[in-house]
């Protein structure tokens, strides 16, 4: 009798990768992460919403989220006071303070810049950690 139940329990091992691929091709248990890229800047966007409004926001954005089948741009709405998300792909039109005005590729230019941004915040952290190795042999 313990040796059908070892048996049942490597036989039930065996089985469940598949019995997983299944309820992941019929789009059960799909978990996705989000990954956050952290953006800084001053845009306004031109903004369609749910229900086809257009409207025009005054944003102080503070990350890009890419998650399963959507990229927000989030940050804190100047006009309503609060944090907002903002789907990329309803940004019908993208300009950032002093810069560029966007009305095509407005993701791939976030996506840019947030990965620019991110080197710059790297060097500086680089640069400060020479600087405080410097001022120890220093002293």
Do not use: C
């Amino acid at each position: 009798m313990i040796a059908n139940a070892f048996f049942d329990i490597l036989n039930e091992a065996a089985a469940a990768p598949s019995a997983r691929g299944k309820a992941a091709e019929r789009g059960k248990h799909k978990h996705a992460a989000w990954q956050v890229l952290p953006l800084e800047g001053r845009f306004e966007i031109v903004y369609e919403d749910s229900r086809g409004l257009w409207s025009t926001r005054a944003l102080d954005a503070r990350e890009l989220r890419l998650g399963p089948g959507r990229t927000l741009l989030g940050g804190i709405d100047r006009a309503r006071g609060g944090y907002r998300g903002f789907r990329v792909d309803r940004i019908r039109r993208l300009t950032e303070e002093g810069g560029p005005r966007m009305n095509a590729g407005i993701l791939d230019w976030l996506l840019t810049r947030a990965e620019a941004q991110k080197r710059e915040r790297a060097e500086l952290v680089r640069s400060l950690a020479r600087l405080v190795r410097s001022r120890k042999h220093a002293a």
